[in-house]
C-alpha cells in the first residue's frame, strides 16, 4: 500500500533563513512524488514532481526538493524563506507503472517570520 | 491550456436543505475527475472519483453523492445537509495513463460551504 508522512504539522522559520520541509514515502516499486501548496481559501498548486533522473528538482517560487531513494525521502527546501512562503504544504505520491490514485500527506504548516 | 472552474466559492446552507456543486474542466478530453474535503485547513480526505461517464467511486460512506453527466463535469450533492458537513470542498483532475502522464492533480479554487 502506498503512504506519505509528514511529520512535522507546523515548521517555523524566520525570513531570509533556509527551510526545510519533510516528507517520507513508502511505495511498491519506483514513485512519482509531489509537492503542492496551499494559500488560505485556495485550491492546491503544483509546486514540482519527480519523475525520473537528477534527485534535486526545482520548482515554481525558489523552491526545490530532493529525492532521496534510500531514505525513501522527499524533503522540500528553499535557500532564503520569504513571509510570503507561508502556507499549508502537501507532499504526495503514486507509484509509477500504476494507476492508483496520488496518496497525500496531511500537508504541514509553513510560518515564516518577518 | 487546461482550466477548471468550481462553484459556487462560498455557500451557507441551513441544515437539512440540499447542495449541489459543480465543477467543469476545459482543454482535456477523458479525465479523472475527484472531489475532495478539507477540514479545517488541514489534511485532504477524499470523498469520490471517476474515471469516466456515469462511472463514480465512494471512498468513504457519507451524507454525500456525486455524478458525472458530462465527460468534463463533476457534480457534489446532498438531499439533506448536515452540520458535519461543512468544510472546503476542493474538485480535481489529473489524467492517468500508465506510461503517458504522471498523474499529478490539478484542483479548483475550492467552495466553503457552511453548515448552519
Known amino acids: 500500500a502506498q503512504s506519505v508522512a509528514q511529520p512535522e504539522d507546523q515548521v517555523n522559520v524566520a525570513e531570509g533563513n533556509p527551510l526545510t520541509v519533510k516528507c517520507t514515502y513508502s511505495?511498491?516499486?519506483?514513485?512519482?512524488l509531489f509537492w503542492y501548496v496551499q494559500y488560505p481559501n485556495r485550491g492546491l498548486q503544483f509546486l514540482l514532481k519527480?519523475?525520473?533522473?537528477?534527485?534535486l528538482v526545482k520548482g515554481s517560487y525558489g523552491f526545490e526538493a530532493e529525492f532521496n531513494k534510500s531514505q525513501t525521502s522527499f524533503h522540500l527546501k528553499k535557500p532564503s524563506a520569504l513571509v510570503s512562503d507561508s502556507a499549508l504544504y502537501f507532499c504526495?505520491?503514486?507509484?509509477?507503472?500504476?494507476?492508483?490514485?496520488?496518496?497525500f500527506g496531511t500537508g504541514t504548516r509553513l510560518q515564516v517570520f518577518p | 491550456s487546461q482550466t477548471i472552474h468550481q462553484w459556487p466559492a462560498t455557500l451557507v446552507q441551513p441544515v437539512g436543505s440540499p447542495l449541489s456543486l459543480e465543477c467543469t474542466v476545459e482543454?482535456?478530453?477523458?479525465?479523472?475527475l475527484y472531489w475532495y474535503r478539507q477540514a479545517a485547513g488541514r489534511g485532504l480526505q477524499l470523498l469520490f472519483y471517476?474515471?469516466?461517464?456515469?462511472?463514480i467511486s465512494s471512498e468513504v460512506p457519507q451524507n454525500l453523492s456525486a455524478s458525472r453527466p458530462q465527460d468534463r463535469q463533476f457534480i457534489l450533492s446532498s438531499k439533506k445537509l448536515l452540520l458535519s458537513d461543512s468544510g472546503f470542498y476542493l474538485c480535481?483532475?489529473?489524467?492517468?495513463?500508465?506510461?503517458?502522464?504522471?498523474?499529478?492533480?490539478?484542483f479548483g479554487e475550492g467552495s466553503r460551504l457552511t453548515v448552519l
Open positions: 480535481a483532475w489529473s489524467v492517468l495513463e500508465v506510461g503517458v502522464a504522471t498523474g499529478e492533480l490539478f
Open positions: 511505495v511498491s516499486g519506483n514513485p512519482y
Open positions: 519527480y519523475i525520473t533522473g537528477d534527485n
Open positions: 504526495a505520491v503514486r507509484a509509477k507503472r500504476s494507476t492508483d490514485k496520488l496518496i
Open positions: 482543454g482535456t478530453s477523458n479525465p479523472n
Open positions: 471517476s474515471v469516466g461517464i456515469g462511472q
